[in-house]
């Protein structure tokens, strides 16, 4: 089992290479906007706030909300790469652009050693899981939505297409579970850390 995701990470090097490349360029331009837009900053933390509540509770019917908002977003990621890999681009440019100006937002309206604190504690212990799935589900997307329709797979596009649906199927119960893992540490570990 091990040896199929390792193989199945190896064989789409190129394609998580890719949304990867997205993701930092989303997170720089979303870090420029912050010293251009940094009332945006109150726009981002109403919408968490209409979302998950003012302050919510540290429990596990939170942790669920956040993993049902983070598998929806991988869902997009992985099957709406079909709309010419629409889905897993703005998947990725969504988190990065949100992850690169909160992160230059801490640093900017708090000191250095507050802000390095606050991504350490509040963003790294789930991140180091939610992020690499988000990223590997947008990887598979784009594949699954474009590979079928280069020049290279003319005469056997259905076969391609069906292959990465597979591979999109069988990454997904892989994915869900690293997805519920990062919102349990969400909750329980930097919620609790960031609180404190």
């Known amino acids: 089992m091990i040896q199929f995701y390792r193989n199945l990470f190896s064989e789409n090097r190129h394609w998580l290479k890719l ?13 420029i ?4 837009k940094p009332d945006l900053l ?8 209409d979302r998950f509540g003012e302050n919510p509770d540290l429990n596990f019917a939170f942790a669920l909300q956040i993993f049902s ?3 929806i977003a991988s869902l997009i990621a992985l099957f709406g790469g079909l709309i010419l890999g629409l889905g897993p681009f ?4 969504v988190n990065g652009f949100l992850i690169g100006f909160v992160i230059v937002s801490m640093f900017s309206l708090t000191n250095v050693l507050s802000g390095v604190l606050i991504i350490v504690t509040g963003l790294v212990p789930h991140g180091i899981f939610e992020l690499p799935a988000v990223l590997i589900a947008a990887a598979l997307g784009l594949r699954f939505g ?8 003319k005469g056997h596009r259905g076969e391609v ?5 597979i591979r999109a199927i069988v990454c997904l119960p892989a994915i869900a579970l690293v997805l519920f893992i990062a919102a349990l540490i969400e909750v329980f570990a930097s919620g609790k850390l960031v609180g404190n």
């Open 33 to 36: 906007t912050f010293f251009i």
């Open 146 to 153: 474009t590979e079928w329709l280069r020049q290279e797979s």
């Open 42 to 49: 109150q726009v981002i933390l109403k919408e968490f706030a």
């Open 161 to 165: 297409l069906k292959n990465n649906l």
């Open 69 to 71: 908002q983070n598998i």
């Open 90 to 93: 703005v998947v990725v440019v």
């Open 19 to 31: 949304v990867t490349n997205w993701f930092l360029l989303a997170a720089i331009f979303g870090g």
